[in-house]
């Protein structure tokens, strides 16, 4: 399975970051797997952001909840994230990842390169 992020790599502040992954090689909608967007900000550890699994359904951490909304479009494979009202500190590296489990970062199995994103007027 290969998996690729898309999206801007920069944005100002207050605006919205819409990312795409594309995924080929395996179906999203595939038993029992997980898509998961993990971001990584420059010098600190990996963070897991949300999923969505092969039936459709999210999950979401609850520090980013009330900022994120992830979706999938299954005709192409692919699945979104958007993170609203962004500030400097969403500055990360941000990858999509498939694995078996949903917020634990380290046990995706599957993983794009990572999109680099930076926040700034």
């Known amino acids: 399975v290969q998996l690729q992020e898309s999206g801007p790599s920069l944005v100002k502040p207050s605006q919205t970051l819409s990312l795409t992954c594309t995924v080929s090689?395996?179906?999203?909608?595939?038993?029992?797997?997980?898509w998961n967007w993990i971001r990584q900000p420059p010098g600190k550890g990996r963070e897991w952001m949300g999923a969505?699994?092969?039936?459709?359904?999210?999950y979401y951490s609850p520090s980013l909840k009330s900022r994120t909304s992830i979706s999938r479009d299954t005709s192409k494979n692919q699945f979104t994230l958007q993170l609203s009202s962004v500030t400097p500190e969403d500055a990360a590296v941000y990858y999509c990842?498939?694995?078996?489990?949903?917020?634990?970062?380290?046990?995706?199995?599957?993983w794009g390169q990572g999109i680099q994103v930076t926040v700034s007027e």
């Open positions: 969505i699994n092969y039936s459709g359904i999210t």
């Open positions: 990842a498939r694995g078996l489990t949903v917020g634990v970062p380290d046990e995706a199995d599957d």
């Open positions: 090689g395996a179906s999203i909608t595939t038993n029992y797997y997980n």
